[in-house]
């Protein structure tokens, strides 16, 4: 059974699995409606993070523009333009044996596209999740469900894995940003 996070609350991920190796961070969402007209398009996305928290360089950054990190440690599995259905609206695959050792921590991050332009923003966003789940035996470890009202927002750290003492934990972050994509680029420090 996953344990349910709130927000702040960090949480063992390989101490209590041992052996724990390859995961799927998975991230969902469902938008209210409202009549702007335009479609949501929610983006997931991995910034893989040094000691002084930020990328060592642009290829850190695993987005829908750059599906795989060069490690072959973090995979986005894909953009999902209208986040319908059930379940996942995106996936990104983990393999923490294959993180290089100078990465600290991997914060995941929703974000709008085109936010501004659409007028749209998190306050428009129900029922936003973050799991992880075991890949080799499709149990689900842990989730986080964002229960925060998030209004003017338009990206969103959703949670971050992080080496703690040889071992790999989890933090249930959600934090919001104004400015998008930018925004986070910016302070994770990709060039934009």
């Not at 469902?30 to 930020?54: E, I, R, W």
């Not at 290829?59 to 973090?74: E, I, M, Q, R």
């Not at 129900?126 to 470890?141: G, K, P, Q």
Request: hydrophobic share 40%; glycine share 14%.
């Amino acid at each position: 059974m996953a344990v349910c996070l709130t927000k702040g609350q960090k949480v063992d991920l390989t101490k209590g699995n041992p052996g724990l190796s390859k995961i799927m961070i998975g991230l969902g969402w469902d938008t209210n409606k409202y009549d702007g007209g335009a479609d949501f398009d929610l983006d997931a996305a991995a910034f893989l993070l040094g000691a002084n928290g930020k990328v060592t360089n642009d290829g850190d950054f695993v987005f829908y523009g750059n599906l795989k990190h060069s490690s072959g440690g973090v995979e986005h599995m894909g953009d999902n333009l209208t986040g319908e259905g059930e379940g996942d609206d995106e996936q990104i695959m983990v393999d923490l044996k294959a993180i290089p050792a100078n990465i600290e921590r991997i914060d995941f991050t929703v974000t709008i596209y085109d936010a501004d332009v659409r007028r749209q923003n998190f306050g428009q966003v129900s029922n936003a999740f973050i799991r992880v789940v075991d890949n080799e035996t499709n149990t689900e470890l842990i989730r986080y469900d964002l229960g925060e009202d998030f209004s003017i927002e338009t990206a969103v750290v959703v949670g971050e894995i992080y080496r703690h003492n040889g071992e790999w934990k989890f933090n249930a972050i959600g934090s919001g940003f104004q400015g998008g994509l930018f925004a986070l680029c910016k302070n994770f420090g990709v060039n934009v």
